[in-house]
């Protein structure tokens, strides 16, 4: 881009304050359409010797992805039955069909954060979130299989824990989800320009409020 001050989209609603830093490498694509104050998007960071997603849209690709690709084991075997299907007052990312036409009901979370090897979610109070996990205690509740996936989008974090110093309510709920039987899961990518790859499987930490 030369030396000059370019304007970048920043597709990811998050506080990313270990990611973003003055003098970082950012990486970026150009996304042409009407309405877009810059045609330029940002993809990465590179952070380290590591890059780290900044696009919180790419979160639900990956997990079909993952899901097409049967790297999900819990999960091996289902399709896609709807995406963005609403449910009563809320909407959850999707609806998958098992085998033998078993229903499975999953939001997906993109987390950004990470600490020294520990993933952090949310990394600013989110009502959103705290509402998606209401929806999926409702659906345990009642029987149903309730999933929620984070997608870390970075390589280094062994394990993910609620921000409960950002927001203490969705750790809170995060904690009677998984009381009330939502199953908790994550897995971290990989990002090697062009390519993402699955990286690995990280385990979910949630301690009593």
């Not at 897995?187 to 990286?199: E, G, K, N, Q, V």
């Amino acid at each position: 881009m030369g030396q000059g001050v370019e304007r970048v989209h920043l597709p990811d609603p998050g506080a990313l304050r270990t990611v973003l830093a003055p003098g970082r490498e950012v990486l970026c694509e150009r996304r042409e359409g009407t309405g877009r104050k810059t045609p330029l998007t940002a993809l990465a960071v590179r952070v380290g010797r590591i890059y780290v997603m900044v696009d919180s849209s790419l979160a639900n690709p990956l997990f079909a992805r993952a899901l097409e690709e049967g790297l999900l084991p819990e999960l091996r075997g289902s399709r896609i039955l709807f995406r963005e299907k609403t449910m009563g007052e809320g909407r959850l990312d999707f609806v998958l069909e098992g085998a033998e036409g078993e229903r499975s009901y999953v939001e997906v979370k993109s987390c950004t954060h990470v600490e020294e090897g520990v993933a952090k979610f949310p990394d600013r109070p989110t009502e959103r979130g705290r509402r998606h996990l209401r929806l999926l205690r409702g659906l345990s509740r009642r029987g149903e299989r309730a999933y929620l996936f984070f997608v870390i989008q970075r390589p280094d974090a062994r394990v993910l824990r609620p921000f409960g110093e950002v927001d203490p309510e969705f750790s809170v709920e995060l904690w009677r989800a998984e009381e009330e039987g939502v199953l908790l899961r994550a897995f971290s990518i990989l990002f090697r320009p062009p390519r993402l790859h699955f990286w690995r499987r990280v385990r979910v930490e949630v301690l009593p409020p």
